[in-house]
């Protein structure tokens, strides 16, 4: 009897629909672009920027309205998606990381790379890293097999942060050619310089390439593929064939190159069968850098942008796509965050977490499904781009206490008496009218809680990487 049974078993085994054993497990595919604002896509408002192909996985997928990023500046915010921890819980808190820089993301910390691997998982990073540039520190230390891109932004000089232009100008993008003049920002492969500089007006389409060799590679395996593309940072670049000379439409140009690139990737995904058992998704680090102005984003009907703990600052056009899981043409408009991807993406492998390191996020498999059940995040906190806290927001309430001045987030500021604005987001998304004063005892009782969440963290925070300890 229990022969027959193992015969059944190892016959539904090798019959099953999806037939291929440990590498039913579904692939991931995350697309972070850096520095778009929350109304930079066609399906989230954009009446300037046509992005056909990512408004094609929200019409088979979802959108996330009230998705949320860790930090309003890269360094932090791409910490927390990957371990799934508030930046300050790792020690990547406090602002970006320069060429000069001697920390980077602990390699003991448990990243969603780490995880996938350990499942067996083909790893790969094409992209703007930003988490550290020292051997010890980039992706092959924290879970991937494979990785090409730059190390730090693209505004960033090899080796000191020296000589390069203060600020990008139409001047610049109308000779495209300063993309290999004017910055010295290296193309690194595993952990070798390249490229230098690397040529920025190809970037965006080398990663999609390297990303659909590898999963060109990997289809028979389960692969995870992190796509953290340089643009829409400044300065911007496109190849020729994408190119508007009139600097007026540069950052229209930038993200329509990255939507014909997304669509060369999903291109992909379908005509190797994959769909069915991949998740795809699409977000950005933070939101726009607004003081470019045509060389930066909109964030839309949100409040201000890069930088700051308003919405445009922390909360990000998110898409996400699974079909025949995630249901077509939907959208969720609670908060979910970055945190949440890596308890998330445990969830969708059926695997366990390492209990030994706390982290902040939660499982929000249920809202990428739109099953019934699981967790709403009630609570969300909002920390500076230097990592103080800022703000917290519970239910459709959010609470900013905001040290006014122009030195707030300077370690030797002079500390100053928070001004508090309460905002109803539920009808109020702009941030435009503050409640404070008609509900002192709320905004009393959310400052309490806000700096009680952040002492937890505080205390039981953990190091980053350091060169020399
Ligand atoms: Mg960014």
Request: aromatic fraction near 8%; include cysteine.
């Amino acid at each position: 009897m229990l022969r027959n049974s193992c015969a059944v078993l190892l016959l539904w085994t090798v019959c099953s629909p999806l037939g291929r054993g440990e590498s039913t497990k579904p692939n991931f595919v995350i697309i972070f672009a850096d520095d778009q604002g929350y109304g930079d896509l066609g399906c989230f408002g954009s009446t300037t920027i046509r992005t056909p192909n990512i408004d094609r996985l929200a019409e088979e997928g979802r959108r996330f309205t009230n998705f949320m990023v860790a930090s309003p500046v890269c360094t932090p915010s791409r910490a927390a998606l990957l371990t799934g921890c508030y930046p300050k819980r790792i020690g990547m808190h406090q602002h970006v990381l320069f060429p000069a820089s001697t920390r980077g993301l602990n390699p003991a910390e448990h990243t969603i790379a780490d995880h996938l691997r350990s499942l067996g998982y083909a790893t790969a990073c094409f992209g703007k890293w930003h988490l550290g540039h020292h051997p010890e520190t980039l992706p092959r230390q924290n879970g991937f097999d494979t990785y090409l891109g730059i190390p730090y932004s693209n505004d960033m000089n090899h080796p000191d942060n020296k000589g390069k232009p203060r600020i990008p100008s139409d001047d610049l993008w109308r000779d495209q050619s300063s993309a290999v003049t004017k910055w010295n920002t290296p193309l690194i492969e595993n952990e070798m310089i390249v490229e230098l500089p690397v040529d920025q007006r190809t970037v965006t389409r080398r990663y999609t390439d390297r990303a659909i060799d590898f999963i060109e590679q990997h289809k028979q395996e389960s692969f995870f593929v992190y796509l953290p593309h340089s643009m829409p940072h400044i300065p911007l670049y496109v190849p020729e064939d994408a190119y508007d000379p009139d600097p007026a439409n540069a950052y229209i140009c930038v993200i329509e190159h990255i939507d014909a690139e997304v669509g060369r990737l999903m291109e992909t995904i379908r005509r190797l069968n994959l769909s069915d058992n991949t998740y795809v998704i699409y977000t950005s680090d933070n939101g726009p850098w607004l003081q470019f102005k045509n060389h930066g984003g909109s964030a839309g009907p949100l409040r201000e942008g890069k930088g700051t703990t308003f919405e445009g600052g922390q909360r990000v056009p998110c898409v996400m796509w699974g079909p025949g899981r995630i249901p077509a043409g939907t959208e969720c408009s609670d908060v979910v965050a970055t945190i949440d991807m890596l308890p998330t993406i445990a969830a969708l492998t059926s695997s366990t977490l390492p209990t030994d390191q706390r982290i902040d996020g939660m499982d929000m498999s249920h809202k990428l499904l739109g099953t019934d059940g699981g967790s709403n995040r009630d609570e969300y906190l909002y920390y500076t781009s230097r990592g103080q806290i800022e703000g917290i927001r519970q239910g459709k309430w959010k609470l900013l206490a905001r040290t006014n001045g122009r030195n707030r987030n300077r370690k030797n500021a002079q500390p100053a008496s928070p001004a508090m604005h309460l905002f109803d987001l539920s009808t109020d998304v702009g941030e435009k009218k503050n409640l404070g004063q008609d509900h002192t005892d709320l905004v009393s009782r959310l400052n309490a809680r806000m700096k009680e969440l952040d002492a937890e963290i505080t205390e039981n925070a953990r190091k980053a990487w350091f060169k020399n300890p």
